[in-house]
């Protein structure tokens, strides 16, 4: 049908701009991927900046926790400074042992349910003194780890999960690593009100509202959370475009030029007594002076293994956390699926991510020997950095587990980065959670997504994600302890803390059924992008494996990939 009147019509688009973006295996666009280190000035400020964001949640996770154990300002700080050592050795671990990849492992919230279940059990609760109660809590727990991470040791190290991970293609990957990102929304600005005023001991099964209760999020304090967020995307997104000759400079140090700003704004207001008359819960979120950190830190000590005594054990309380492992295993999966792609390498043939896990599972033996009050998983928030940045580099990581180890022994130094407001780096969470799962919606370049198969298990899987551990958690504010609700506390902590990870909900949902849906056929093949992995499924069949995964010290004729 013509239409009337007016200028001619509009040219004829040519060829080459009709045709759809080519298909990468690896990420273009990286400045310096896995194997190419920045200059060494450069690697330490990046370094620096990898050590801050990590900061966030090893001190949210033992501030929410070690009172609740009845320990005072100077164990928190020890905690802190544990699981900030353990973390040092572990990424290093990682990065010269496990996959190779410049992944950040630190504290997780998965552990945090089965831990607060160890805190509520009935054999602390007449114990008079706080402090012994938190060494014997705090022993319980490091049994509890210990035997954690057989789970991950034996998967990994057996070539279980190299197994599972060769049936995993584009369009499962997808769903789970989109929701190891977006499924942490609620750490990022909502703020989340329940009733605080309901008893603890009714969380004994699932204390899903403690942990929101307690993470930071921007609108807790929206006056520096926002600020934080919008330079952070002016400093990444905009100076770069507008300032040429400083190009690079803003966007990959944007962490180091904001958080400096943001805190001083934090700290005048602080000393200006904007919250002399705020509520404790604000004072809380917003003062700088509030943590409790630096006063409590020593000057120099190193954490050292069975600092706190003895472990203990119990059965049940270790099946619990078993079930977290497990959860973090596979959201830890997801990660480091997502950093390979931040990284510029290839995709992660099985071999190599099974080896990771069985060494993410020595990082949570080693959380329980040291007794850090909570397990290691891949930092989602760095990974997320990696995009911003750009640089994907391993010793940049090997930089910042070094700055983690010399901070965590000097205390003192250490607390004074540990006590940056919580919002500040939730406004960073905001944009790396947002990078990695964005991520897990690149691999869909792989698939067909005009097939009504992949709309699907796409749409299907990213739906019960979100909405299966919403419901977990709705229940829980509501009744104060999860769906399942036996006499068996074990029990119910294992299932409500499986149910409660939308990423392990998201990527279960979508294995499942991206396996057992017409997977013979060979349109289904194509359509799921099965066909673009098949040469990384084994580590010898692409040159680029060696060059990216290969262990160092010629210890690959000891320890070969397969």
């Given amino acids: 049908m013509a239409g009337g009147g007016g200028g001619g019509a509009a040219p004829a688009p040519k060829q080459d701009e009709l045709t759809p973006h080519p298909v990468k295996d690896q990420l273009p666009g990286v400045s310096y991927c896995i194997t190419s280190p920045p200059p060494w000035p450069e690697a330490i400020l990046l370094g620096f900046q990898h050590y801050l964001v990590m900061l966030g949640t090893t001190v949210i996770i033992p501030t929410a926790l070690v009172p609740q154990m009845g320990g005072n300002n100077e164990d928190k700080a020890v905690v802190i400074q544990t699981l900030l050592f353990v973390a040092g050795i572990n990424t290093l671990l990682q990065s010269f042992f496990g996959t190779r990849l410049p992944a950040v492992i630190g504290g997780s919230y998965t552990f ?187 000057w120099i000590r190193v954490p050292y293994p069975f600092q706190w005594g003895a472990p203990t054990f119990d059965a049940g309380e270790a099946f619990a956390m078993m079930a977290a492992s497990f959860v973090a295993l596979v959201e830890s999966t997801g990660a480091f699926i997502a950093v390979s792609r931040y990284a510029s390498a290839t995709p992660l043939p099985p071999s190599v991510l099974s080896r990771g896990i069985g060494w993410q599972g020595i990082g949570i033996l080693l959380d329980g020997l040291f007794g850090t009050g909570n397990g290691s998983s891949v930092s989602v928030e760095n990974a997320g950095l990696l995009a911003l940045t750009r640089v994907g580099s391993r010793r940049v990581v090997q930089i910042s587990a070094g700055f983690m180890i010399f901070f965590s022994i000097l205390g003192k130094f250490g607390a004074v980065f540990a006590s940056i407001p919580p919002p500040i780096f939730a406004a960073l969470y905001c944009i790396f959670f947002a990078y990695v799962g964005s991520a897990g919606i690149g691999f869909l370049q792989f698939c067909n997504l005009n097939s009504f198969r992949t709309k699907f298990i796409l749409g299907f899987s990213v739906f019960m994600g979100l909405s299966v551990p919403q419901y977990f958690n709705e229940y829980t504010s509501v009744a104060g302890y999860g769906p399942v609700h036996t006499h068996s506390r074990w029990f119910n902590d294992i299932v409500n803390v499986i149910f409660s990870s939308k990423a392990f909900v998201a990527g279960f949902v979508a294995y499942l059924l991206d396996n057992t849906i017409h997977r013979h056929d060979s349109s289904v093949r194509k359509d799921r992008g099965f066909h673009w992995w098949d040469k990384f499924r084994s580590y010898r069949t692409d040159t680029r494996s060696e060059e990216f995964y290969s262990l160092p010290f010629n210890l690959n004729k000891f320890f070969p990939s397969v």
């Avoid at 954690?148 to 034996?154: E, H, K, P, R, T």
């Avoid at 400083?246 to 007594?273: C, E, H, N, Q």
């Fill in 112 to 298: 945090v349910v089965p831990t607060i279940s160890i805190i509520l059990a009935g054999r602390y609760a007449n114990e008079p003194n706080p402090h012994t109660k938190f060494l014997r809590i705090m022993r319980g727990t490091q049994g509890a780890l210990i035997v954690a991470s057989a789970l991950q040791i034996i998967f990994g190290f057996s070539g279980l999960w190299r197994n599972v991970a060769r049936y995993l293609s584009p369009l499962s990957a997808a769903p789970l690593v989109m929701l190891v990102g977006f499924g942490l929304y609620e750490l990022g600005f909502p703020s989340v009100k329940y009733c605080v005023s309901t008893p603890y001991s009714i969380f004994v099964e699932n204390n899903v509202l403690l942990m929101l209760e307690l993470t930071a999020q921007v609108a807790k304090c929206v006056e520096i959370g926002l600020p934080q967020l919008i330079l952070l995307v002016i400093f990444a997104m905009y100076l770069p475009h507008a300032i040429h000759m400083m190009k690079s400079i803003f966007d990959r140090f944007a962490v180091l030029f904001t958080i400096p700003i943001v805190w001083l704004y934090a700290y005048l207001l602080t000393v200006g007594g904007a919250y002399r008359n705020a509520p404790p819960k604000t004072q809380f979120h917003c003062r700088t002076d509030r943590s409790g950190l630096i006063g409590g830190a020593p």
